[in-house]
């Protein structure tokens, strides 16, 4: 049985018909619009050839799952919006809709691991810091829908106010905006290819960019994930020591930096955790970063009563 | 279908038959000796009149719940040992072995709540802070068994080295000798009941004695849980931005400040954590705390296969 899968992130809306083998067809994405009918339509439209049964929606923003509606999402600029029944008017088919970074967990637990492991997290690098817990072969989404809030753990209690209302959240140190931040303060006194690279111009440093330097062994560069690396690894030893997972898969933008990000975290976290769980845990990128959201959202209709 | 359950801590061994209620019969206690099976024939000599058909133990240790045997325990000085086989030998009825706070994390399900919610975390405040992670109504044990260890998170990440290896564990700031080092601190200046409590001598302070000063509204004694609470508000709400879970239930001698300790606990949880979650959340003290680890250990041999 095919599924369709729908992606909707604050830019694109990535969409695709999803085998029960995982692989995807006709993966292809549009721009997102507040007209939300519109892009269905048009989904609906470039689909027409393929047969699907469902349809499993991930928005980027908090889902109640049970009434299929948006609670809010700010990137989206969504409010207690009734996705469920918009898709439904457009598809007339069951919807499922869920959290992106929750669909991008279970889509990493099909395409990843091939759900070999139980007990796996996703940890999405961007922007934000996102996840999801998967507890024995399911998702794990908590008494209210609202679990895997991986990035608003404490890193530092009195550190900096983050956007969530916390203080000294990992999101504001290893997120996008802390990447730039750190490369910032790092190159202003050295001599690194990363100056070069953006001409001179220091507000046009991005995760990228340090990498691209990285690549060409840029002393700094390698420093400035060295040290992402090492936060990060603060953050993997608390998932181990208190959920002592199979796998945790690492997926977004900034787990592009690959191994100058993935080397000193696990190193980090084998510093810190115990020993038992944290010699189990594999920690790996994720070799299917696109197609995560809408092979999860997906697969998690499959499983869920509509 | 009574069950026997065993607490085998490092310095008593509960036990109690416990009915299907959660109600215990003949709850009682011996000094923990390394003879195992003479402590084991004496419970089973004073339990002789009831009638059980398994028998559940739960250890202070790292536990191989599948093998029954203890893989190590600081406490009790077992290092792989076959308490499963121990225990056959003596009882003659199906054995099974959990870690003690898994156990009690079990005991607070089934007790404190009547297990009316799936989703329960409980926090040990000891000499060590531990603690277990009920998921959908069962016990999360993770990969290796090793999940749960939730005073071993970081708080501060180059903070004071913990036995575990790790730098700046909760359980270095707001364990039993966390409390000790705070109090020691903040009375050197001040004219605190504490004082008159311990007769002057600093190496008495406790946190009982804390606790007492402090029902005697003594200010610095107030402030001292005060403190403790807020660094225990940031674990809560790590644990409910990760987990979203409907209840978290406090246990232990340290929990026993009562309303000094929980108060301020969950007003800095309230200000850190995301608002969905932290509103639905309930934090208690759990109100049978001396038959956690029995109750939970004899729940969870019926829960498993053996």
């Not at 991930?58 to 989206?76: E, H, M, T, W």
């Not at 810091?129 to 989404?141: A, E, F, M, N, S």
């Not at 900096?160 to 504001?172: A, D, K, V, W, Y």
């Not at 769980?277 to 499983?303: D, M, N, R, T």
Request: hydrophobic share 40%; aromatic share 6%; charged share 25%.
């Amino acid at each position: 049985m095919s599924i369709l899968g729908i992606d909707i992130g604050g830019t694109k809306i990535k969409y695709g018909v999803v085998k029960s083998d995982g692989t995807v067809s006709h993966f292809s994405n549009i721009d997102f619009t507040t007209d939300v009918t519109a892009s269905f339509l048009r989904i609906k439209d470039t689909t027409q050839g393929f047969k699907y049964k469902k349809v499993g929606i991930c928005v980027a923003g908090d889902v109640d799952n049970k009434k299929g509606i948006v609670r809010f999402s700010p990137n989206l600029n969504w409010k207690n919006y009734d996705i469920r029944s918009a898709a439904e008017k457009v598809f007339k088919k069951p919807i499922n809709v869920e959290n992106d970074a929750n669909a991008a967990s279970f889509g990493a637990h099909v395409l990843d691991t091939k759900m070999r492991f139980k007990n796996l997290i996703c940890i999405t690098l961007g922007t934000g810091i996102g996840g999801g817990v998967i507890v024995d072969g399911k998702l794990y989404r908590g008494s209210t829908g609202s679990a895997g809030e991986i990035g608003h753990l404490t890193y530092i209690p009195e550190g900096i106010i983050c956007s969530c209302g916390n203080s000294g959240c990992f999101e504001r140190y290893i997120g996008r905006d802390g990447v730039i931040a750190l490369a910032k303060r790092k190159i202003q006194s050295r001599n690194s290819q990363i100056l070069k690279l953006i001409n001179g111009d220091i507000d046009k440093i991005t995760p990228e960019i340090v990498t691209v330097a990285a690549l060409k062994n840029d002393r700094t560069a390698v420093e400035i994930w060295t040290e992402i690396g090492k936060i990060l690894g603060v953050l993997l030893a608390n998932l181990v020591n208190l959920l002592n997972p199979e796998v945790i898969v690492l997926t977004g933008g900034l787990s592009k930096a690959g191994k100058f990000l993935l080397v000193p975290a696990v190193a980090e976290m084998k510093k810190r955790a115990f020993k038992t769980p944290s010699e189990k845990v594999k920690v790996i990128i994720s070799s299917h970063q696109e197609h995560l959201g809408v092979v999860g959202a997906a697969f998690l209709s499959k499983h869920t009563k509509v």
